[in-house]
C-alpha cells in the first residue's frame, strides 16, 4: 500500500525558504506515469495545489507561487522535495505531498500524505 | 476566491442523501474531468471520486459523482455519522493551467 509521509521543520521565519521532504514508500517513485504534487491549506481554509513533479524531473506549478517555488525529485532515496522561498505569514499552512495521477484531462491526487503544518513567525 | 463555487454547507439526517454542487466553467468542469475529496475533521483529504463519476477501490457505492456541462454533483446516500465532513471537488483550468479546488463543503448529519 502506498504511503507518503511529509518531513521538515514546523517553524521558518519571514523572508525564509520553507522546505520539506516527502517520503514514499510501499511503492517506488519512479514506477509508472505518475506525477508528485504539494498541496496545502491555510488554517480554516480550503486547499490549494502548489506544484507537481514527474519522476523525470518535469514540473508544473501553480501560477501564483511558481516565482517562489522549486520541487525536486529524488528517486534513489524515493523522495520528493518543496522549497518555498521568501515566506510570509500567509504561507503559514498545513503542507500535504500526494500522488498526483495526470494523464491529458484526468487529474486527481491519491494517495495523500498525513500533512504537516508549517508556521511562518519570527 | 475559488473559480469553482460550492455551497458552504448542507445537512440532513441519518439514512438521507444530500448533494453537493460544484459549479465552474468551461475551462475547468466543462472540458476537464472532476474529482471529490472527504476531509473528515483533523485529517487528510481522501479521494471519493475521479474522472467524474469513478471510484476507487474501498470506496462505498453510496459516494457517487455526475457532472453536466458546467457543473458536477456529488451524491451521498444513506447518511452516517461517519460522513461529517468537509468536501471539495478539483479539476484542472486550462486557462489558468492550474488545478483548481473548491471552497469545500461542510456536511453535517442531523
Known amino acids: 500500500q502506498l504511503q507518503l509521509q511529509e518531513s521538515g521543520p514546523g517553524l521558518v521565519k519571514p523572508s525564509e525558504t520553507l522546505s520539506l521532504t516527502c517520503t514514499v514508500s510501499g511503492g517506488s517513485i519512479s514506477s509508472g506515469s505518475y506525477y508528485w504534487g504539494w498541496i496545502r491549506q491555510s488554517p480554516g481554509k480550503g486547499l490549494e495545489w502548489i506544484g507537481s513533479i514527474y519522476y523525470s524531473g518535469s514540473t508544473y506549478f501553480n501560477p501564483s507561487l511558481k516565482s517562489r517555488v522549486t520541487i525536486s525529485v529524488d528517486t534513489s532515496n524515493n523522495q520528493f522535495s518543496l522549497k518555498l522561498s521568501s515566506v510570509t505569514a500567509t504561507d503559514t499552512a498545513v503542507y500535504y505531498c500526494a500522488r498526483h495521477e495526470w494523464f491529458g484531462w484526468e487529474n486527481w491526487f491519491a494517495p495523500w500524505g498525513q500533512g504537516t503544518l508549517v508556521t511562518v513567525s519570527s | 476566491q475559488s473559480v469553482l463555487t460550492q455551497p458552504p454547507s448542507v445537512s440532513a439526517a441519518p439514512g438521507q442523501k444530500v448533494t453537493i454542487s460544484c459549479s465552474g466553467s468551461s475551462s475547468n468542469i466543462g472540458n476537464n474531468y472532476v474529482s471529490w475529496y472527504q476531509q473528515l475533521p483533523g485529517t487528510a483529504p481522501k479521494l471519493l471520486i475521479y474522472?467524474?463519476?469513478e471510484r476507487p477501490s474501498g470506496i462505498p457505492d453510496r459516494f457517487s459523482g455526475s457532472r453536466s456541462g458546467t457543473s458536477a454533483t456529488l451524491g451521498i446516500t444513506g447518511l452516517q455519522t461517519g460522513d461529517e465532513a468537509d468536501y471539495y471537488c478539483g479539476t484542472w483550468d486550462s486557462s489558468l493551467t492550474d488545478y483548481v479546488f473548491g471552497p469545500g463543503t461542510k456536511v453535517t448529519v442531523l
Open positions: 474522472n467524474n463519476n
